[in-house]
């Protein structure tokens, strides 16, 4: 069983197009996040969201808006997409902070092209 | 605020040869500190992770980190470098009592020389 996983792992879509990325964790944990990875490996986080609730939203595009249906999941939707949004996105999930060293789990990443 | 600086954004060793690859964070207050790896075209996995237990940490694939709490490091190593080490690999630091926020560093590319 895959921890967390996302889907689709590989999208080349055109500029202009709407697009979403999904992602499911099965790992109970109530923490869920979006990073997104540039060409030179360089991750950033773009948003966290703890049992439902946005957290953490760095500063992104408004073109970029995440959903989280519950706290098992957490969506990316991207609206207009442009050439510079091609990288690489991984959702990961972690445990609240309660014992210590919560791990953050990553999923396996959807890469992104935009022509 | 919290950094992660990892020296050397490239990294060659010999296959055999250690493998030493430096992180060093800011914090006031000791961190936990995690090592990952990223195989190409794969997510991030967990190599070790340091939680106020032992300051030396062994992780998979024959890594081991050691907090050094006076030199704010929590540099990686692995005695004999195999092929299979080729990666990226990301140190992360994560805050005590600051919720569930983690900040990684830039990352740094291991390339194993045959």
């Known amino acids: 069983d895959t921890a967390v996983s996302q889907t689709p792992k590989y999208l080349v879509t055109q500029m202009g197009n709407d697009k979403s990325i999904k992602c499911e964790q099965n790992?109970?944990?109530?923490?869920m996040y979006w990073y997104k990875q540039d060409s030179k490996k360089f991750l950033k986080i773009m948003f966290s969201?703890?049992?439902?609730?946005?957290?953490i939203n760095e500063t992104v595009p408004n073109r970029f808006s995440p959903k989280s249906p519950d706290k098992a999941h957490l969506n990316l939707h991207i609206n207009s997409l442009e050439l510079g949004d091609s990288a690489v996105y991984f959702c990961?999930?972690?445990?609240?902070?309660?014992?210590?060293?919560?791990?953050?789990?990553f999923g396996e990443g959807s890469w992104l092209t935009v022509v | 605020a919290q950094s992660v600086t990892q020296l050397g954004s490239h990294v060659s060793v010999s296959e055999g040869a250690l493998v030493l690859l430096r992180c060093n964070y800011s914090s006031s207050v000791p961190p936990y500190l995690f090592w990952y790896v990223q195989y190409p075209n794969q997510g991030l996995q967990l190599l070790l992770k340091y939680t106020s237990a032992a300051t030396l940490v062994k992780g998979i694939n024959g890594f081991e980190a050691e907090f050094k709490k006076s030199e704010t490091s929590f540099h990686l190593t692995k005695p004999s470098a195999h092929m299979s080490d080729a990666a990226e690999y990301f140190c992360a630091v994560k805050p005590p009592n600051t919720g569930n926020q983690f900040y990684f560093g830039t990352g740094t590319s291991l390339t194993v020389i045959p």
């Open positions: 790992l109970g944990h109530d923490t």
């Open positions: 990961a999930s972690s445990q609240e902070a309660g014992s210590s060293g919560n791990t953050i789990y």
């Open positions: 969201y703890n049992n439902k609730e946005l957290i």
